[in-house]
């Protein structure tokens, strides 16, 4: 069956840089895009980008460009999520979700990061 | 992209039907049929529930359905049961290779 594991929670300060990782297993990680949705305390699902997991190319949203970074690791079937430069308004659980056409079809358990000093 | 507007809450008694809009644009819901809905529960991952405007994923129950008409996108809860109180939210391409999530709706079942 398809899964996506998310990393665990993380504890940050600001200026601090994490790295959020997503492995999927299941089906071919080369066949679906990957996508990152954040989601702020109390707040809504926003859309931050997604990966192509055969070129590697990633596409950014609006206000996730510059300290965001989506990378892959094909040989493990891994999507990571870098943020740099850490703010407290960074604060929030980050998803991953496989991309089905236009849709995420399957998502992963979620990854708090807290950024506190 | 701004957010799709959805309705900050909605309600209903077990057994009735509740819709739920999401209002975007030409250039998002109107402009492709690429709308999804996902159902939230308190601390637990979005799931998949519509996609595609109105297709259902396998296993999600036929109580749920979407549609679309214009730049308004709908899904719509029959038979409504206590397991449906969640949170459920829009989403739709936006062009450019690009997705734009609604703002999210609280279903409360009274």
């Known amino acids: ?117 | 992209q701004s957010a799709l507007t959805q309705p900050r809450s909605v309600s209903g008694s077990p057994g009735q039907s509740v819709t739920i809009s999401c209002t975007g644009t030409s250039s998002d819901v109107g402009g492709y049929k690429y709308v999804s809905w996902y159902q939230q529960h308190p601390g637990k991952a979005p799931k998949l529930m519509i996609y595609d405007v109105s297709k259902r994923p396998s296993g999600v129950p036929d109580r749920f359905s979407g549609s679309k008409s214009g730049n308004t996108a709908s899904l719509t809860i029959s038979g409504l049961q206590a397991e449906d109180e969640a949170d459920y939210y829009c989403c739709s391409y936006a062009g450019t290779y690009t997705l734009v999530f609604g703002g999210g709706t609280k279903l409360t079942v009274l």
């Open chain 1, 1 to 117: 069956q398809v899964q996506l594991v998310q990393s665990g929670s993380e504890l940050k300060k600001p200026g601090a840089s994490v790295k959020v990782s997503c492995k999927a297993s299941g089906y071919t990680f080369t066949s679906y895009a990957m996508n990152w949705v954040r989601q702020a305390p109390g707040q809504g699902l926003e859309w931050m980008g997604w990966i192509n997991t055969n070129t590697r190319n990633p596409t950014y949203a609006q206000g996730f460009t510059g300290r965001f970074v989506f990378s892959l690791d094909t040989s493990v079937a891994t999507a990571y999520l870098e943020i740099t430069s850490l703010k407290a308004e960074d604060t929030a659980v980050y998803y991953c979700a496989r991309s089905n056409t236009w849709n995420h079809d399957y998502w992963g358990q979620g990854t708090l990061v807290t950024v506190s000093s």
